[in-house]
Structure formats: C-alpha cells, structure tokens
T-cell receptor, first 112, second 110 residues
Framework: GEDVEQSLFLSVREGDSSVINCTYTDSSSTYLYWYKQEPGAGLQLLTYIFSNMDMKQDQRLTVLLNKKDKHLSLRIADTQTGDSAIYFCAESMYNAGNMLTFGGGTRLMVKP | SQTIHQWPATLVQPVGSPLSLECTVEGTSNPNLYWYRQAAGRGLQLLFYSVGIGQISSEVPQNLSASRPQDRQFILSSKKLLLSDSGFYLC?????????FGSGTQLSVL
C-alpha cells in the first residue's frame, strides 16, 4: 500500500532557507509533486519531479529525490513571509491509474 | 486556456439538509475529475473520481454521492448532511499527469 508522511510544522526566519521533507513507501511512483495551500484557498501545484530524476530547480525552489530512501524534499531559498502556507507532497503511481496520494501537509511559518 | 470553476465558496447548512456542490472545467474535453475533502487541519481525502460522463468511482463509503451529467461538469451531492460532513471540498482535474484544483468550498454543517 501507499503512504506519504510529512512533518506537521516548520518555522523559519525571513531570508533563511526552508527545507520541507516527505517520505513515501511505494517504489512504483511515477511523479512526485509539491503543492502549496494558502488559508481558505485550493491547492496550487508548485513543482513536480519525474521519478527517474534526482533534482529539479525552479527559481527559489529545489526538489531533491532520493529513490533509495524514498525521500523527497522541497527547499525554498530566501524564504519570504508570503511563503507561509501548508505544503503537501504527493505521489502518483502508474499502476494505480496515476491517482495521487497526498501527505498530511507541513505548515510553514515564516517569521519576519 | 484550461480553467476550473467551483462554487459556492462557502456554505452553511443545517444537519439533515441536502447538498449540491458544482464544479465545471473549461478548455478541455474528457478530463478526469475528482472530489477531495479536507477536514480542518488535516490532509486530503479522495472522495470520488470520474473518467467520463456517467462514470463515477467512490473511494470511501459515506452519505455523499457524485454525478457527472456532462463531460465538463462534476457534482457532489448529499440527501441529508451530517455534522461530520463539514470540511473543505475541492474539485480537481488532471492534465498531463498533473492534478489541478479548484478554489474549494468551505462547508459548515450546524
């Protein structure tokens, strides 16, 4: 079965880097995703990585994937107060019809 | 361009009342459509998904139902709401293996 785990909470100071971690259990993942949810809003797709990649960088965002340890991380450089939100990781599996399984979300608080 | 619309944004309903939430998509045909629920401070729970008109798969047993009367319309319904139905309901669709969400409906059952 599939299971995606995230820590509940992360607090950083403005200007520092944030690293949000995620672990998953199913090795047949095809894509892994990071979503951002601001209060009262839907989930916004931030970035994604194909399972045969180790790293993907997109402006301030860096995604690292360790397939051996089934570990995914999202690094936000120069974190801003506007980055405060809940971040969800998710995995999709080809043999499950590409359905996504979500982690419970990590609440990022950025202190000025 | 492809967009997803979901309404209403907020809804307060008494226990035992019916529910109808609507989601429509534009800019594509035959999308996969999904209904998720997010309880307060919790992760996402997949409720229903649909791969085509009239095709609904249910992921969890409950007093909610879904229908897809048209290709780009997905409706979440209940005949009698329970307190436990309160939550944030999100419609979503997939494009090229990426899942995109609507803006959500905050449902409070009192």
């Amino acid at each position: 079965g599939e299971d995606v785990e995230q820590s509940l909470f992360l607090s950083v100071r403005e200007g520092d880097s944030s690293v949000i971690n995620c672990t998953y259990t199913d090795s047949s993942s095809t894509y892994l995703y990071w979503y951002k949810q601001e209060p009262g809003a839907g989930l916004q797709l931030l970035t994604y990585i194909f399972s045969n990649m180790d790293m993907k960088q997109d402006q301030r965002l860096t995604v690292l994937l360790n397939k051996k340890d089934k570990h995914l991380s999202l690094r936000i450089a120069d974190t801003q107060t506007g980055d405060s939100a809940i971040y969800f990781c998710a995995e999709s599996m080809y043999n499950a019809g590409n359905m996504l399984t979500f982690g419970g979300g990590t609440r990022l608080m950025v202190k000025p | 361009s492809q967009t997803i619309h979901q309404w209403p944004a907020t809804l307060v309903q008494p226990v035992g009342s019916p529910l109808s939430l609507e989601c429509t998509v534009e800019g594509t045909s035959n999308p996969n459509l999904y209904w998720y629920r997010q309880a307060a401070g919790r992760g996402l729970q997949l409720l229903f998904y649909s791969v085509g008109i009239g095709q609904i798969s249910s992921e969890v047993p409950q007093n909610l139902s879904a229908s897809r009367p048209q290709d780009r319309q997905f409706i979440l319904s209940s005949k009698k709401l329970l307190l436990s139905d309160s939550g944030f309901y999100l419609c979503a669709w997939t494009i090229d293996e990426k899942l995109f969400f609507g803006s959500g409906t905050q449902l409070s059952v009192l």
